[in-house]
C-alpha cells in the first residue's frame, strides 16, 4: 500500500527565513507527487507537481520541491518565507486512481 | 467557471440522523473522491469513485455512504453509524489518480 509521511507537523518561522518540509513516499511503481496547499478558510490547491524529467520542480508563490529517487523523498523548499505563506501543506502520492495524502505540515510565518 | 461545488458549508445535525453531503463537479473528470480532514491527522480517504455507477471504499468507510448516478455529482451520506461525524469533509475530482486533484471548499458538520 502505498502511504506518504510528513515529517514536520507544525513550523513556525519568521519571515523571510528559509523553508524546508519533509516528505517521504513509499509506492510500488511508477509514482506522481504532489504539494497542495490550504491557507486559512480557502480550498486546497496545487502548489507543484512531478510526474517525470527534472527532479526539482518550480511552482507557484516561489516554492520547489526536489524529487530525490534513492531516498523516496520530495522535499518542498522556499527561500524566503512572507506573512502570507502561512498555511498548512500537504504531500501527496498518485500513481493509481487514489491520491494519498501525508498528514499536513501548519506553517506560521510571524512578520 | 469550472470546479467543484460543495454544499452545505456548515452543517448542523442531531446525534442518529444521517445527513447528506453534497458535491457537484463540471471539470466533466471521471475520478471523485470524498476526504475528511481532522486536525493532525490530514486527509483521510472515505470513499472513491473511478466512473459512474461504481465506488471503492476508501480508508475509513465504516459509517458513511455514497451513490454515483451521474459523472459530476457523488452525494456522500454520514449514518448514524459514524461514530464520530464531526468533521471536516472535502470531495475532490480529477482526470485519474495520476493527475492533479481539485478539491471543493468543504463541509464542516457538527453533530450535537
Known amino acids: 500500500a502505498q502511504s506518504v509521511s510528513q515529517h514536520n507537523h507544525h513550523v513556525i518561522l519568521s519571515e523571510a527565513a528559509s523553508l524546508e518540509l519533509g516528505c517521504n513516499y513509499s509506492y510500488g511503481g511508477t509514482v506522481n507527487l504532489f504539494w497542495y496547499v490550504q491557507y486559512p478558510g480557502q480550498h486546497l490547491q496545487l502548489l507543484l507537481k512531478?510526474?517525470?524529467?527534472?527532479?526539482l520542480v518550480k511552482g507557484i508563490k516561489g516554492f520547489e520541491a526536489e524529487f530525490i529517487k534513492s531516498k523516496f523523498s520530495f522535499n518542498l523548499r522556499k527561500p524566503s518565507v512572507q506573512w502570507s505563506d502561512t498555511a498548512e501543506y500537504f504531500c501527496?502520492?498518485?500513481?493509481?486512481?487514489?491520491?494519498?495524502f501525508g498528514r499536513g505540515t501548519s506553517l506560521i510565518v510571524h512578520p | 467557471d469550472g470546479g467543484i461545488t460543495q454544499s452545505p458549508k456548515y452543517l448542523f445535525r442531531k446525534e442518529g440522523q444521517n445527513v447528506t453531503l453534497s458535491c457537484e463537479q463540471n471539470l466533466n473528470h471521471d475520478a471523485m473522491y470524498w476526504y475528511r480532514q481532522d486536525p493532525g491527522q490530514g486527509l483521510r480517504l472515505i470513499y472513491y469513485?473511478?466512473?459512474?455507477?461504481?465506488?471503492q471504499k476508501g480508508d475509513i468507510a465504516e459509517g458513511y455512504s455514497v451513490s454515483r448516478e451521474k459523472k459530476e455529482s457523488f452525494p456522500l451520506t454520514v449514518t448514524s453509524a459514524q461514530k464520530n461525524p464531526t468533521a471536516f469533509y472535502l470531495c475532490?475530482?480529477?482526470?485519474?489518480?495520476?493527475?492533479?486533484?481539485?478539491f471543493g471548499q468543504g463541509t464542516r458538520l457538527t453533530v450535537v
Open positions: 469513485s473511478q466512473i459512474v455507477n461504481d465506488f
Open positions: 475532490a475530482s480529477s482526470d485519474t489518480g495520476n493527475t492533479e486533484a481539485f
Open positions: 501527496a502520492a498518485g500513481g493509481s486512481y487514489i491520491p494519498t
Open positions: 512531478y510526474f517525470s524529467g527534472d527532479p
